[in-house]
């Protein structure tokens, strides 16, 4: 039975943001910047964010104002003011090609996502899905294609502002299986967008129960990335099908595999409110898995006590604190984006100030184009400074877990800005090729990988 009292879910966007209250407090720089910048990245909003997660009196340095609004800076001056000029002239085709032009330049899918993640079948790419890591597949359904609310620093915001040919999407899950059954080295499924759980219950069953089939036995994990825990826990809690949608966790259970909810928390503040610990509870009392991840945001979540509290309060109410991410080099990566060594840092405080219950959180790491490559720390060897790194996760599976160190470099922000240490050329993992059951995935130098133009954070 659901204890909270319903809600019913409204979200705002550049066309209404105008008839929420809080509009009225705004600025007109702040209001214009709003209108602007909505033209090229994506915006979208509730009521509950609104209301509950956003702290008025400190705008526009509120924290969740920051993750959630636009702001001037995440375009250049140039830009901006060329796309501001055509905004009050009213041009809409003149705004659009103004856009799409700045939306190029922002690398709108890094690390290979449309190169070299989508696999084929019978010769065919599968629109909808992205093959990264042997263990793992991402599925992208159609329906989930949009979110209770957007992140500012969204690394996959392609999906959400009309650039259809750079888009993954899919109506149903039958290549999904079909594609499946031909690999059996497949253990995951990551159901992501969008945000699957924008889906009513009905739908978003018809994508997981396939899923079920003996056929696919293989298939140990069914993992949903979603930021509904903080943006609109009410999806567990109040919604008319939240006793389904929980219903439909148990099922997978009982089926023997194993439910991951991939929670996406970027601040302490999006699990204060009573409503969002009341949905970790009802989800991890399914017998499912709510895991916590996050990339580190300049403006936003910089301070380590944020979380600390966000990691203890999680591991509280049984969740698990997973990853904390670096910002991919994508979308206006310059005005969230810190230096690795500054990443490190934050981690590494944040990391001295939990019990060991919370320290299965991994990080800085970053998804690159080779694999996930965490910054493990700032080390001195032979009198050189330099980073110690190694892969989590990764194209290769031999590449995982095998330390590597970079010079050090206070302004580096990814991995293509680092230089391999001890005077070498290149990286061992830059030219080495992915095994041959996997041809379809080859490796190239990351230098390449990041120029092509080709992620609620994915956590594979």
């Excluded at 720390?377 to 590597?404: C, H, M, S, T, Y």
């Excluded at 230089?419 to 030219?431: I, L, N, Q, V």
Aim: charged share 25%.
């Amino acid at each position: 039975m659901n204890v909270a009292e319903p809600a019913k879910f409204k979200p705002y966007t550049r066309q209404s943001i105008r008839q929420a209250r809080q509009w009225q407090w705004l600025t007109e720089d702040l209001r214009e910047a709003v209108q602007v910048v909505s033209r090229v990245l994506p915006f979208r909003t509730n009521e509950y964010v609104l209301e509950q997660l956003i702290d008025w009196n400190k705008v526009p340095d509120d924290p969740i104002y920051r993750l959630t609004f636009p702001h001037r800076d995440m375009l250049r001056p140039d830009e901006y003011a060329r796309l501001r000029d055509l905004v009050q002239a009213g041009d809409e085709a003149a705004i659009e090609a103004c856009a799409r032009e700045i939306r190029l330049r922002m690398n709108p899918h890094p690390a290979g996502q449309m190169t070299h993640n989508v696999p084929r079948m019978n010769g065919l790419p599968l629109r909808g899905l992205q093959h990264k890591y042997k263990e793992t597949v991402l599925f992208f359904p159609s329906s989930g294609q949009t979110c209770h609310a957007y992140c500012t620093f969204c690394f996959r915001w392609p999906q959400f502002v009309g650039m259809d040919d750079l888009k993954f999407d899919a109506s149903e899950t039958a290549e999904l299986v079909a594609y499946l059954k031909l690999h059996p080295e497949v253990t995951d499924v990551l159901i992501t967008g969008g945000d699957p759980l924008i889906m009513n219950t009905r739908s978003l069953a018809g994508f997981i129960e396939p899923l079920l089939a003996p056929e696919l036995a293989h298939i140990q994990n069914i993992r949903i990335g979603t930021k509904s825990v903080a943006y609109w826990p009410q999806r567990f809690v109040s919604d008319k099908d939240s006793d389904d949608l929980l219903r439909l966790f148990e099922k997978v259970v009982a089926s023997g595999k194993n439910m991951a909810i991939m929670g996406h928390y970027n601040h302490a503040v999006e699990l204060r409110q009573p409503i969002a610990q009341q949905a970790v509870k009802r989800i991890v009392g399914t017998g499912a898995t709510l895991r916590m991840q996050g990339p580190l945001i300049r403006h936003i979540n910089e301070d380590p006590h944020s979380w600390a509290e966000l990691w203890r309060t999680g591991v509280r109410l049984g969740a698990i604190p997973y990853y904390m991410f670096v910002e991919r080099d994508t979308g206006p990566r310059e005005y969230f984006q810190l230096p690795l060594a500054r990443a490190h840092e934050i981690f590494q405080q944040a990391y001295q100030m939990v019990s060991g219950l919370a320290r299965t959180v991994r990080g800085p790491s970053m998804s690159a184009f080779p694999g996930k490559v965490v910054i493990d720390g700032v080390v001195n060897i032979g009198g050189e400074k330099l980073f110690a790194l190694q892969f989590l996760q990764a194209r290769n599976p031999d590449w995982v877990r095998r330390p590597f160190y970079a010079q050090y470099d206070p302004e580096a922000h990814w991995l293509d800005q680092l230089k391999p240490a001890f005077g070498k050329e290149r990286f061992f993992f830059e030219s080495a090729p992915v095994p041959e059951e996997a041809p379809e995935r080859k490796v190239i130098p990351i230098s390449q990988g990041r120029a092509r133009c080709a992620s609620h954070s994915d956590a594979a």
